[in-house]
């Protein structure tokens, strides 16, 4: 009878995912006047009236595997002209209305205004096009990955209906978000339209 040697065992694997942190209270403390200018909104909503709501949300992942959660960065400010463009759009249908999910970063800190047309100061990355979904039934929701190749302080978001200028729907100020080559950062912006009035 020849020896026979048998092996046995069993292959188990775990998936380790990278656990976010919260973005430190000392940011937290500084970023709270880009909270509170959507007062008007919850004011608005306790009255009855109707109205857009913006929020920006981000997400940091450092190129060492590092995610840190900054949640909401700001609320407001809509643009006129993206009110212009929608007036425009409810008379004559064109493809530029469905396209606003071009997400944009920059590094100039003036503070938001309705008439803004564009970020500050471009950070030299390209735009992004993000992943367009609905959050609720009333709220449009863009969310886009900004990849950065050096190192730099981003302090303003926009978004876009094209991969260039075109028509800025919103523009963000927050504090900053200190970047390096190879981070990336996960924009969330969504807009709630409300009926009432």
Same mark, same amino acid.
């Given at each position: 009878?020849?020896?026979?040697?048998?092996?046995?065992?069993? $292959?188990?694997?775990? $998936? %380790?995912?990278?656990?976010?942190?919260?973005?430190? #209270?000392?940011?937290? @403390?500084?970023?709270?006047?880009?909270?509170? !200018?959507? #007062?008007?909104?919850? =004011?608005?909503? %306790? @009255?009855?009236?109707?109205?857009?709501?913006?929020?920006?949300?981000?997400?940091? !992942?450092? =190129?060492?595997?590092?995610? &840190?959660?900054?949640?909401?960065?700001?609320?407001?400010? &809509?643009?006129?002209?993206?009110?212009?463009?929608?007036?425009?759009?409810?008379?004559?249908?064109?493809?530029?209305?469905?396209?606003?999910?071009? +997400?944009?970063?920059?590094?100039?800190?003036?503070?938001?205004?309705?008439?803004?047309?564009?970020?500050?100061? /471009?950070?030299?990355?390209?735009?992004?096009?993000? /992943?367009?979904?609905?959050?609720?039934?009333?709220?449009?929701?863009?969310?886009?990955?900004? =990849?950065?190749? /050096?190192?730099?302080? %981003? &302090?303003? +978001?926009?978004?876009?209906?094209?991969?260039?200028? =075109?028509?800025?729907?919103?523009?963000?100020?927050?504090?900053?978000?200190?970047?390096?080559?190879?981070?990336? %950062?996960?924009?969330?912006?969504?807009?709630?339209? /409300?009926?009432?009035?």
């Amino acid at each position: 009878m020849e020896n026979q040697m048998m092996f046995g065992g069993a $292959v188990t694997r775990k $998936v %380790i995912r990278a656990q976010a942190k919260t973005a430190g #209270w000392r940011w937290k @403390l500084k970023n709270i006047p880009h909270r509170l !200018r959507g #007062w008007r909104f919850y =004011a608005g909503q %306790i @009255l009855g009236f109707g109205g857009f709501y913006a929020e920006l949300r981000a997400v940091l !992942r450092r =190129a060492d595997g590092t995610v &840190v959660d900054y949640g909401v960065l700001g609320t407001r400010v &809509v643009t006129t002209a993206f009110c212009e463009l929608m007036v425009d759009q409810l008379q004559t249908e064109t493809s530029v209305w469905g396209d606003f999910k071009y +997400h944009d970063s920059g590094v100039g800190n003036t503070a938001e205004a309705n008439g803004d047309t564009g970020i500050e100061t /471009t950070d030299g990355e390209d735009r992004v096009a993000g /992943t367009q979904t609905e959050g609720t039934s009333v709220q449009y929701q863009s969310v886009g990955t900004i =990849a950065y190749t /050096t190192t730099k302080a %981003i &302090v303003e +978001h926009g978004l876009f209906n094209t991969s260039d200028s =075109a028509t800025l729907m919103d523009r963000t100020v927050f504090s900053a978000i200190n970047v390096v080559d190879g981070d990336s %950062i996960e924009f969330t912006y969504t807009l709630t339209c /409300t009926a009432g009035g």
